[in-house]
């Protein structure tokens, strides 16, 4: 597959859509932005609604890849994600398909695993194939987003990269993100090379920087091209001495997922 040119980035006014929408022109795109909202500094964005399926075949008409970063990022009622994050990535998949888009780079999660205990020392780093075991209602829709993908390649040959993204901020703030830290430009590091390598057929990878702290294995992010340059390491002694380390004992610190595990889950009022 030639290396996408003009890619559609959901989620545009978001977070993450934000760092992105900075770096990624960097590398050669032309971003088309799309959100719920408006997007500032962009007043060609496009304003839609992941319900509204129309509009997103045109939002993706034309384009070489999509990035989906759009939907709910944390947890929610089970109706919010199912509307936003399941069927909402449904309907994006579908544009995708009719409009013979190849290629999907879609933001996974650690939720997707969060009940996975986080290595110790010496133990093996966690793989991309360990099972599913989320943490949350959006843990499981960013399940149901993986397993979507697979089907999307198996069924239409419509390729994905998922990425179990950690924590992409300029810093990390807590003694677990040292471990799931991803630095904005090794992010853009990593989203280009979801784009540009051929034959992914659907990966999932890790998104984090090359942490000293690391917990899961990135081999399968480096087998794409992605290089991280970055290393979380020069805050740790800062966070530490603020926040203490992590205890194994306490089950926000146990798990991949961290606090999501311990969280009740968010029911409708």
């Keep these: 597959m030639p290396a996408p040119r003009t890619v559609l980035l959901t989620g545009a006014a978001g977070g993450l859509g934000t760092l992105m929408r900075g770096l990624l022109p960097a590398y050669g795109y032309a971003l088309r932005l799309m959100d719920l ?15 509204d399926r129309d509009a997103l075949r045109e939002a993706v008409r034309g384009v070489d890849a999509i990035i989906h970063l759009a939907g ?6 089970f109706e919010k994600i199912l509307t936003a994050n399941i069927e909402g990535t449904y309907n994006l998949y579908e544009a995708a398909r009719e409009e013979g888009v190849q290629r999907v780079v879609f933001a996974s999660s650690n939720h997707a ?30 399940s149901f987003g993986e397993d979507l993908a697979q089907l999307y390649w198996d069924k239409y040959g419509l390729e994905t990269v998922s990425v179990r993204i950690g924590s992409c901020f300029a810093e990390p703030t807590s003694v677990r993100m040292l471990s799931m830290w991803l630095s ?10 979801a784009l540009a390598a051929e034959h992914v057929q659907h990966t999932v990878v890790y998104g984090s920087s090359a942490n000293t702290r690391l917990w899961w294995d990135l081999s399968t992010a480096r087998a794409l091209g992605y290089a991280p340059q970055d290393d979380s390491e020069r805050y740790a ?5 603020e926040q203490g380390d ?24």
Aim: aromatic letters at 6%; glycine letters at 8%; charged letters at 20%.
């Design 246 to 269: 992590l205890d194994p004992e306490n089950p926000d610190h146990r798990y991949l997922g961290g606090h999501f595990v311990t969280n009740p889950p968010v029911w409708p009022h």
């Design 113 to 142: 695993v969060g009940f996975t205990p986080r290595p110790r020392a010496g133990d093996e780093l966690i793989q991309v194939r360990t099972p599913h075991r989320p943490d949350t209602f959006y843990g499981l829709s960013k």
């Design 37 to 51: 909202v408006p997007v500032e500094g962009a007043p060609d964005a496009v304003i839609a609604d992941l319900a």
């Design 184 to 193: 904005p430009a090794d992010g853009a590091r990593l989203l280009h090379a």
């Design 237 to 241: 002694e800062g966070l530490i001495a």
């Design 72 to 77: 709910i990022s944390l947890e929610a009622p």
